[in-house]
């Protein structure tokens, strides 16, 4: 028999065991609840391999109406981050409770968006650590942990951070931050294959997601400014072939290119030396797919260096960073591009979310990509030809007086440039929008952007040369005086991509806070940097609801998925990335721990009504209603209501099991030298017996 360990690690307990010793109890044989393994439960690894197996391509096509999972890393390949689920709707989300929470045991930022299939959810914590877990319940099911060498750490821009995985045909595929990609067996968590998608030589990381496409496992990298030069590469799920690359810039201009979009791109580069520390461009977050159309739209990522005075000394606009690239899905031909920052200075990625949507425009049906990167300008494209429909300025921009609706490309102003002096320009490197997941809600028609206000300070760094394994930008005290706090500011924005004008704003006070989630219920979901986590309606922006349970700052995005007929919502906790790294008076303002955890809420139990209460008094077990009342008038204030124990006080459930008779002895005599009172005179035997009785009559903990 296991006493309980409240017993067990107190002093006091030593002298509890002396009164069970003395009743000779010790032989009570009280069957394990929830024993595991009967015979009329499946093999539970099996189970999750066979659903993980039926994640084929049909099922990721049809995931809009699958409102139960959430199979891929925005959910649907429009990537939108909609559900469908309305059982948690504005008129009830302030009921929202904290099913469950799931701690990974990692500090450092958590970026993951959880997947769920079929009841088991899938993510990832820092230093790419993978976690399957019980949807349900948030119980540990298996972990897989890739010994990333801690040394990576110093080559990676923005934090140990992975922002999750992908599953396909009863495999987990995560990308590595040193490097690799790796296929995992659904069920087990053991790996089946891995491997190398990078030069171990060169300093490039992966924090991604993969992305499956028709058959194909897709992975990028990052790296820019430790000199690397983009791409993004297409796997075979079945042995991890490479099936094909496709990098974002020219190589060596003295040799042929490796495609005609990259001979069109070499013109656009000078001077000699971009190419030979890589020129950037990197592939390192978003991407979408759409089906019909069959491509595979991309983001690239900023120049290498950062300064283009020192990259591209001639000028050009430098293909195609900065861009979002529409691929043929089938070789990793660039089939359309558009360049959102041409010759970038300032890095300005386009590797921000993609959403693909169908809009009415001018009276038209459009099929379009939308994008609101770093440059501060929110996109509308025609994602079928890459044709500019529309951009605006979504928060302060300085650089750049529009987008000039004929040529779509930025007005660019002086206040920009940095030859020879300081340059204060809006937005920065952290971007008016960065990879924090946005959202698009088809019902409202707005996209929630995590938006934010920083401007940061470029001046050209005159002794600048290329340095190995160093942050290489070609811009001088590049982090000094800006993230003041008073200076900075975030906020979640509904924004209009129709009208391309704001919808409404919800202040959040600090920048670099979490994604978003949109759903049916008219709501969006969004945690903070501060460690809140806020339902809000999605309609007009007003704050329902809002939970302080994650521990952490908030920078992932949530999810939403439905088990046995309950609809959770969930969000990986864990401050870090860029901004909480580099971020200063403004980050340390947040004032959080970097704790890695997973929070659930959903609607547990029904609003409390007298009749409910009645219903509920009339409803107890004859059997044991004396030793419920007994209990709730002489226990429940301190070992909690129910019989169920908050947390602070020993669970009288388990102790009631694990002390038989002793359990009365300790209600007569009380625990010396601790607040568990004695009841000597005022509880005969008989009472603490059906006080007994009631807590083993109740489902056990
Ligand atoms: C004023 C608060 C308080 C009240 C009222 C109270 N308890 Fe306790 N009880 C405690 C505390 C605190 C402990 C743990 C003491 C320790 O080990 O530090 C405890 C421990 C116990 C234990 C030992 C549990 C274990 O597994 O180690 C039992 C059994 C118990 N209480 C039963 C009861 C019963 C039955 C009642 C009502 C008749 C009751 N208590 C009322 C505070 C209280």
Redesign the pocket.
Known sequence: MQ??S??AH?S??VL?GVWIAALGCFGSDEAAPGAVGSAANPDPVEARRGAAAAVDDARLRAAGSDGANWLSYGRTQDEQRFSPLVQVDAANVDQLKLAWRFETGLRRGHEATPLVVDGTMYLTGSWSVVFALNAATGELLWKWDPQVSQEVGRVVCCDVVNRGVAVYEGRVYVGVLDGRLAALDAGSGEPVWQVQTTDPELDYSITGAPRVVDGRIIIGNGGAEFGVRGYVSAYDPADGDLLWRTYTVPGDPSKPQASEALERALPTWTGDEWWKVGGGGTVWDAMAYDPELDLLYVGSGNGSPWAKEIRSPGGGDNLYLSSILALDPENGEIRWHYQTTPGDNWDFTATQHLILADLEIDGEERKVILQAPKNGFFYVLDRETGEFLSAEAFVTVTWADGVDPETGRPIQNASGDYPEGFALVMPTYFGAHNWQPMSFNPQTGLVYIPAQEIGGPYQLDGAYSYRRGQFNTGVDNTFITLFNRELVSGHLLAWDPVKQREAWRHPLGLPWNGGTLTTAGNLVFEGTADGRFLALRASDGKLLWQSHSAGSGIIAAPMTYAVDGVQYVAVVAGWGGAFAMVGGDAAAAAQVESVGAVVAYALVGDAITADAVKALMASRDPAVVRGAD??HT??A???GANGIAGGV??D?R???R??GVA?DV??QK??PG????D?QGR?SAED?GE??RYLLALPPR
């Open positions: 006493v309980g409240w017993v107190k006091v307990g509890l007994l209990y002489w226990c204030r301190c070992h006080n020993p009288l388990k102790s009631a694990a002390l359990f300790v209600v009380g625990l601790t607040s568990m009172p009841f509880m603490s006080i007994r």
